[in-house]
């Protein structure tokens, strides 16, 4: 007996994966200007101006100069793998928009469309796994690259990642023990009847987000490129469009973990905790549009945090950063693991 397919079905999915992996790239891409721009506000100067009414049009002239720019693969590398990696690395950080509910549902042609790619009911599982799967990206170029900048870039990325996920799975530990699942989705549904999770686990967060700075090799975390000493760090010998995807996963990763924590910790597309959006008596579609909205204000807030931090803050030298890791983060995220959890027992006695 043959199954039946929901051809509708599975048109809405591959319409909602092409808007988000588009979005992502837009946004990358824009984000690159936005970096530039909040750099020369913080420097007192103009950033770019030229390509196009503001410079708007300055991410465009970047990506047609990657395009056209000569591809050079070093005649020692390991050239499958010096192609693989940054392909893994893009790939990676557009993977993980596959489980974020980047709102509610709309109603188009009579049926309820979500707004989620996936629901897993281990969503942040899967984030953690994707997101590990990522420095694997970064490794294999700077192996391949047969540089010693390179891999040492490369080295480097790997301890920090490692040494920071850790803090970061324990202190989604915490978060999981607050909200008793492990879906996204749950955990946006569940802050919409309440207060949001930053208000439980505002110490979590801080760890998290210090966390985040690292998983995407952000200043003052940026050891993985430090041109001051590394040349490029683990891209050094890239050109063309794979340094392209390796800036553009950069900024991916910015973009998603910046939704990831807005879900999180902040409701996700819920408006304000405690607020009854539903009382509006606004259409499905029109409270939709609402929390993608209020879903990208937080995303653009954190964003411009990135920003603002990079450009203020000095690098750490490398004993600094795995200290930091090793000797405070991850105690400190296993006493607010264990504080939350003696909490939850003591309420629940």
């Given at each position: 007996?043959?199954?039946?397919?929901?051809?509708?079905?599975?048109?809405?999915?591959?319409?909602?994966?092409?808007?988000?992996?588009?979005?992502?790239?837009?946004?990358?891409?824009?984000?690159?200007?936005?970096?530039?721009?909040?750099?020369?506000?913080?420097?007192?100067?103009?950033?770019?101006?030229?390509?196009?009414?503001?410079?708007?049009?300055?991410?465009?002239?970047?990506?047609?100069?990657?395009?056209?720019?000569?591809?050079?693969?070093?005649?020692?590398?390991?050239?499958?793998?010096?192609?693989?990696?940054?392909?893994?690395?893009?790939?990676?950080?557009?993977?993980?928009?596959?489980?974020?509910?980047?709102?509610?549902?709309?109603?188009?042609?009579?049926?309820?469309?979500?707004?989620?790619?996936?629901?897993?009911?281990?969503?942040?599982?899967?984030?953690?796994?994707?997101?590990?799967?990522?420095?694997?990206?970064?490794?294999?170029?700077?192996?391949?690259?047969?540089?010693?900048?390179?891999?040492?870039?490369?080295?480097?990325?790997?301890?920090?990642?490692?040494?920071?996920?850790?803090?970061?799975?324990?202190?989604?530990i915490a978060l999981i023990?607050?909200t008793g699942n492990l879906?996204?989705?749950?955990?946006?549904?569940?802050?919409?009847?309440?207060?949001?999770?930053?208000?439980?686990?505002?110490?979590?967060?801080?760890?998290?987000?210090?966390?985040?700075?690292?998983?995407?090799?952000?200043?003052?975390?940026?050891?993985?490129?430090?041109?001051?000493?590394?040349?490029?760090?683990?891209?050094?010998?890239?050109?063309?469009?794979?340094?392209?995807?390796?800036?553009?996963?950069?900024?991916?990763?910015?973009?998603?973990?910046?939704?990831?924590?807005?879900?999180?910790?902040?409701?996700?597309?819920?408006?304000?905790?405690?607020?009854?959006?539903?009382?509006?008596?606004?259409?499905?579609?029109?409270?939709?549009?609402?929390?993608?909205?209020?879903?990208?204000?937080?995303?653009?807030?954190?964003?411009?945090?990135?920003?603002?931090?990079?450009?203020?803050?000095?690098?750490?030298?490398?004993?600094?950063?795995?200290?930091?890791?090793?000797?405070?983060?991850?105690?400190?995220?296993?006493?607010?693991?264990?504080?939350?959890?003696?909490?939850?027992?003591?309420?629940?006695?």
């Amino acid at each position: 007996m043959l199954l039946a397919i929901d051809w509708l079905f599975i048109l809405e999915k591959f319409a909602l994966i092409l808007i988000v992996v588009m979005g992502s790239l837009v946004i990358a891409m824009y984000a690159t200007y936005a970096e530039r721009k909040v750099a020369a506000i913080l420097q007192d100067r103009r950033g770019p101006n030229r390509a196009g009414p503001f410079g708007l049009l300055q991410p465009v002239a970047d990506g047609l100069k990657l395009f056209f720019k000569e591809e050079i693969i070093p005649d020692f590398s390991s050239k499958f793998l010096f192609i693989l990696g940054p392909a893994l690395a893009m790939l990676t950080a557009i993977m993980t928009g596959a489980i974020i509910p980047w709102g509610d549902k709309v109603q188009l042609f009579g049926r309820d469309i979500p707004l989620q790619i996936a629901d897993i009911d281990v969503g942040v599982l899967y984030v953690f796994a994707v997101v590990s799967l990522g420095v694997y990206g970064i490794m294999i170029g700077s192996w391949a690259s047969n540089n010693k900048y390179s891999l040492m870039g490369g080295m480097r990325a790997a301890s920090q990642i490692i040494s920071y996920e850790l803090a970061m799975g324990i202190t989604m530990i915490a978060l999981i023990l607050v909200t008793g699942n492990l879906s996204i989705k749950e955990m946006v549904l569940q802050q919409q009847h309440g207060w949001w999770n930053i208000f439980y686990q505002p110490f979590g967060f801080l760890i998290f987000l210090i966390c985040a700075f690292a998983e995407c090799n952000r200043t003052p975390f940026d050891l993985a490129e430090a041109e001051s000493e590394l040349v490029g760090g683990y891209h050094t010998e890239y050109s063309s469009m794979k340094l392209g995807f390796y800036l553009f996963a950069e900024y991916i990763n910015m973009f998603v973990s910046s939704v990831i924590m807005s879900s999180l910790y902040f409701g996700g597309y819920d408006l304000l905790p405690f607020v009854d959006e539903s009382k509006w008596g606004l259409s499905a579609n029109w409270m939709a549009l609402i929390g993608i909205a209020a879903l990208m204000a937080k995303v653009v807030f954190f964003l411009f945090f990135f920003m603002w931090v990079r450009w203020t803050i000095p690098r750490f030298r490398y004993d600094q950063l795995m200290n930091l890791g090793w000797r405070v983060l991850i105690p400190l995220a296993l006493i607010n693991m264990l504080v939350t959890g003696g909490v939850i027992l003591y309420l629940h006695k």
